[in-house]
């Protein structure tokens, strides 16, 4: 129903910038709201940039004044803007779309992950 395409992942020095950008597409992709979650390696998975269904916006405080969240609802895609990347912003990156059923559950649909890599 919701299909992800996730894409801008690479490696960056540290400092340095990145922009990731995640497309939905098909039958209910104008009805999610898009989150952007990371998992380094030996951790769990957390939510780094997402927006309430308030339409603010929210993020993990490792993150605040570095990562700026975006959409573009005309495109069904969000974008995460990472500026000023530190070695431990270095994980694989998933965007995340979820809604909520008629019944009150939630759905969620995740991307294929990219990777971010900062280091020298």
């Known amino acids: 129903q919701v299909q992800l395409k996730e894409s801008g992942g690479g490696l960056v020095q540290p400092g340095g910038s990145l922009r990731l950008s995640c497309a939905a597409s098909g039958s209910r992709s104008s009805t999610v709201t898009m989150d952007w979650y990371r998992q380094a390696p030996g951790k769990q998975r957390e939510l780094v940039a997402g927006?309430?269904?308030?339409?603010?916006?929210n993020y993990a405080d490792s993150v605040k004044g570095r990562f700026t969240i975006s959409r573009d609802n005309a495109k069904n895609t969000v974008y995460l803007q990472m500026n000023s990347l530190k070695p431990e912003d270095t994980a694989v990156y998933y965007c995340n779309a979820w809604r909520i059923g008629l019944a009150g559950g939630r759905y969620d649909y995740w991307g294929q992950g990219t990777q971010v890599t900062v280091s020298s």
């Open positions: 927006f309430t269904s308030g339409g603010t916006t």
